[in-house]
């Protein structure tokens, strides 16, 4: 167990150095909150998977999978498409909209008062969701070394806190693509481990379809089969529509903002939509194969939800001596690049589209480079503490199970919320104050659906919840619709605006310049050779030959991935 604490004392160090390179490319607002708009394809779109991930993945989600089987992974079918529609014109349509923020997206879109309204509500929302996540990796380093969840939520906060404060957007991305490489070559690993040790890809179908034959692993669950009827075809449905309003709405456009200019955007969407299709293959394999041999051990947990420790059992069955520390520093790596993501994100809005307009109303001077930047810093820290805390009243309760707690956010705030930015992409004309009658559609049947339960007594299950509220806002938006004509000539020009933009491709060496194509690639393949290396020096601690051939093929990973990007460098003479 020693050998794991100095492997995560190697990966904090790594990440100190990581952000104390990147710092250096922080000027000014713009770099911090978007990277100054010139983030290549690869970094952006590494970036988008590791925001889109954490240790909520493998702990929640591969709860559900544990209990399940397959039925959770509607969520990631949704994660896929929403990135295919991305790549075909999501992306460049956010990037080429020249917004700083997601919030600046949404005022050029639907106006000042949505604007507001959006973000407010996501200032309270993504840090409930990173509390979520830091909670999810508290769970999983907890059951590896067996020490208290809160005391673990504390440590891993502060440390992911004292990172997120350095480098801004710049770091984010950065840090994105080192922890996405050593994340992904150790879940592969995982992958074929857990095959191994099953017996085979046919032993692990046969497995699979026992469980699959009484029922446990059918796609679609019979109604009572599960606490809250999950798994049955309205909670596929529901959770298949849920996550791809969080995938596609206007406030979820700022993983696209950082990109040098559309076609970027559009190749990082295609390119993390690869790298989600392939990591669903292997990231639930664990999983069940700790269903099918060590589901005593998992129940056996000393925590609220068992089952969410199944991925930390079986890789403490299968995982070379030395490496179990590595697949915990990739858990911490998956959970700190969302709250990485998140603060940033969060930051970027209550600055510039909060603090900043406030000083301007108050007629107050335009602050200076620097001091926007340490106003960024002073944000974050802020906000780190707030999610510190949700995460500790989280653990502390024991109502709802991982699992259920972000699904229940996002049925009863998250949706009605966000169903707006998404019905002003594919409904073009479509007035300002739209946005207000559908959120208020959405938010009525989201009351009424709590009210009802604290009267009756009777509990909602998620995916009803889910659906009367995206019901509620969709009926608001059709007895809208004949009204729209009635707007003021600002909001017609204002949208004409908006869809004149969003067509017009970016000049990027007159509206941007300064390209670090050839700085970005180098410097993140030299940390990733470096981590390579590191790696490799595990075959020092005395293993067998199997385990040995593991660590090679891991180091092996990384080395080739980080010598891809330095030759990639290389190529970008005077970058």
Excluded at 51 to 64: D, E, L, P, R, V
Aim: charged letters at 10%; hydrophobic letters at 55%; one cysteine or more.
């Amino acid at each position: 167990m020693h050998l794991e604490y100095i492997t995560l004392g190697a990966y904090f160090v790594l990440l100190i150095v990581i952000g104390a390179v990147f710092a250096r490319f922080n000027n000014n607002l713009s770099d911090f909150v978007r990277g100054g708009a010139r983030g290549t394809w690869w970094m952006v779109g590494t970036s988008m998977l590791m925001a889109g991930i954490s240790a909520f993945t493998f702990t929640g989600n591969g709860s559900a999978i544990f209990e399940a089987g397959p039925s959770a992974l509607i969520i990631y079918v949704a994660n896929i498409l929403g990135f295919a529609l991305g790549g075909l014109f999501l992306g460049r349509w956010w990037r080429q909209s020249r917004a700083y923020t997601s919030g600046d997206l949404v005022r050029e879109r639907f106006g000042v008062g949505p604007e507001k309204t959006w973000v407010l509500s996501s200032t309270l929302l993504n840090p409930l969701n990173a509390a979520i996540q830091l909670w999810a990796l508290a769970v999983f380093v907890s059951a590896v070394f067996g020490l208290p969840v809160m005391w673990m939520i504390v440590i891993i906060g502060v440390i992911t806190l004292a990172y997120s404060t350095t480098g801004g957007m710049w770091g984010v991305m950065a840090t994105d693509v080192v922890q996405g490489v050593i994340l992904y070559g150790m879940t592969l690993l995982m992958g074929v481990l857990c095959i191994m040790e099953v017996g085979g890809v046919g032993s692990f179908i046969n497995h699979f379809q026992a469980l699959a034959d009484e029922g446990t692993y059918a796609m679609i669950k019979p109604d009572g089969a599960y606490p809250g009827n999950r798994y049955t075809g309205l909670w596929f449905v529901m959770a298949f529509v849920m996550q791809m309003i969080s995938q596609i709405h206007l406030g979820a456009s700022n993983k696209y903002l950082a990109a040098k200019d559309g076609r970027e955007a559009s190749r990082a969407s295609w390119f993390c939509m690869v790298l989600m299709a392939v990591g669903v293959i292997v990231w639930f394999i664990p999983p069940m194969v700790a269903r099918f041999l060590y589901a005593e051990e998992v129940m056996a947990a000393t925590v609220a939800d068992p089952a969410t420790t199944a991925y930390a059992v079986a890789a403490a069955h299968v995982l070379p001596a030395g490496l179990l520390g590595v697949m915990i520093a990739a858990m911490f790596s998956a959970t700190m690049s969302s709250m990485d993501w998140g603060l940033n994100t969060t930051t970027g809005v209550v600055v510039t589209n909060l603090i900043l307009p406030w000083r301007k109303w108050r007629g107050k001077a335009d602050l200076a480079d620097v001091k926007q930047l340490r106003l960024c810093r002073t944000i974050t820290v802020l906000l780190g503490f707030f999610i510190i805390a949700m995460a500790v009243g989280l653990s502390q309760q024991d109502r709802f199970a991982m699992f259920d707690s972000y699904m229940i956010i996002a049925s009863v705030v998250t949706v009605p919320v966000t169903l707006p930015l998404v019905a002003g992409i594919f409904v073009r004309k479509m007035p300002g104050w739209y946005y207000f009658v559908m959120l208020g559609g959405g938010m009525a049947m989201s009351i009424w659906t709590l009210v009802n339960e604290k009267l009756t007594g009777e509990a909602w299950s998620l995916q009803e919840r889910s659906f009367v509220v995206v019901l509620g806002a969709m009926i608001a938006l059709l007895v809208a619709l004949p009204f729209r004509q009635r707007r003021s000539a600002a909001d017609r020009e204002r949208e004409t605006a908006f869809w004149e933009r969003t067509a017009t491709p970016i000049d990027f060496e007159k509206e941007v310049g300064g390209s670090l194509d050839g700085a970005q690639a180098r410097i993140t393949g030299n940390l990733i050779l470096v981590t390579g290396g590191l790696l490799m020096a595990f075959l020092l601690v005395p293993n067998s030959a199997g385990a040995r051939i593991a660590i090679v093929c891991l180091g092996g990973f990384v080395l080739a991935c980080g010598g891809l990007l330095r030759w990639a460098g290389g190529r970008h003479a005077g970058a």
